[in-house]
């Protein structure tokens, strides 16, 4: 009986390097049966040792940035494995973590998408995900389990969770089949915690499986965009509300939301006169009122784009 396919995606910006350390990883998995996807997100410059050192690799680029939802989904799209592992670049997969996730979703039925324990870089092993909690209806507000604790086995045996960590995502592809990728108007943030509640309506379970372990640098790129990430924190918590909740409960959010959030955010960021922070959180909410076709936080153009494929 052969072993299922299993298509690893990964999405490269401006971080060569880094990818590079995740190839490295996945070229020392016990587990062989692999097509490995990198995706470049519109790099300033074309990332050639990628393409010069790592020939197994199915390469594709894209002119522009598409955020996260969308340089994924291009990944998707060019996949044919059984199974699917989103990984971000600046990740190494521990030994077994492929063949430990394979076995799970392969004996775990109604598995919809899989998370495997996500910790910092040793020494210590620090944890940085081991499941969240649902998102509350009313604050839009949830936690990361098991976050900023030493990994001494407290977490050894999956379970079901709210949501997957977008950092190391795995699916078979029937699932995604039934739920369709990504939405790509997210760009960035929330994109795969409203990916998991589509999960969830099909009749899927979430799960957490931390017999198999990835290490997670945390991104360099994303914490030095400063507003950016204020900007799209700020929308889509409340883009990923809109469309997750409903009624009586959405109301009581936008209370909390003016009551709280907003009035408490703006005292912060004038008290570190942090002005373009405070711009990209007003923008953010902006958007959800009046649905603005572009700003200067999404000149990044997230709709479109081109590829090229280099196997």
């Known amino acids: 009986m052969r072993s299922p396919l299993v298509s690893i995606i990964t999405v490269n910006y401006n971080q060569e390097l880094l990818t590079c350390a995740l190839l490295e990883s996945i070229r020392r998995q016990d587990f062989r049966n692999l097509e490995v996807i990198v995706v470049d997100n519109g790099s300033a410059q074309r990332p050639e040792r990628i393409i010069e050192q790592y020939p197994e690799v199915v390469f594709v680029r894209s002119s522009r940035n598409l955020g996260f939802a969308g340089g994924n989904n291009i990944g998707l799209s060019r996949a044919t494995g059984d199974y699917l592992f989103l990984v971000n670049n600046d990740t190494e997969l521990t030994n077994n973590c492929i063949a430990q996730l394979v076995h799970f979703a392969g004996n775990t039925p109604g598995a919809g998408i899989v998370s495997p324990l996500i910790c910092y870089p040793p020494p210590p092993t620090v944890i940085q995900y081991a499941g969240m909690t649902q998102v509350d209806p009313f604050t839009g507000r949830n936690r990361t389990i098991g976050a900023g604790e030493v990994n001494r086995g407290q977490f050894d045996m999956p379970r079901q969770t709210a949501y997957a960590h977008g950092a190391a995502m795995f699916m078979s592809s029937d699932v995604l089949k039934a739920v369709g990728p990504m939405r790509e108007d997210y760009f960035l943030y929330y994109e795969e915690l409203d990916w998991c509640e589509r999960i969830r309506r099909a009749g899927y379970g979430v799960w957490v499986e931390p017999r198999a372990c990835v290490w997670h640098k945390e991104s360099s790129t994303v914490k030095s965009l400063g507003p950016v990430k204020t900007y799209?924190?700020?929308?889509?918590?409340?883009?990923?509300?809109?469309?997750?909740?409903?009624?009586?409960?959405?109301?009581?959010?936008?209370?909390?939301?003016?009551?709280?959030?907003?009035?408490?955010?703006?005292?912060?960021?004038?008290?570190?006169?942090?002005?373009?922070?405070?711009?990209?959180?007003?923008?953010?909410?902006?958007?959800?009122l009046c649905r603005p076709s572009q700003n200067a936080y999404e000149n990044a153009g997230h709709t479109t784009g081109s590829e090229t494929v280099t196997s």
């Not at 889509?236 to 109301?251: E, K, V, Y």
């Not at 942090?274 to 953010?284: C, H, I, K, P, V």
């Open 232 to 288: 799209y924190l700020s929308r889509n918590r409340i883009l990923f509300m809109r469309r997750n909740f409903s009624g009586w409960q959405f109301a009581v959010f936008i209370l909390f939301l003016m009551a709280v959030v907003l009035p408490k955010n703006i005292l912060i960021f004038t008290w570190r006169a942090e002005w373009r922070n405070m711009d990209a959180f007003l923008q953010g909410i902006w958007w959800n």
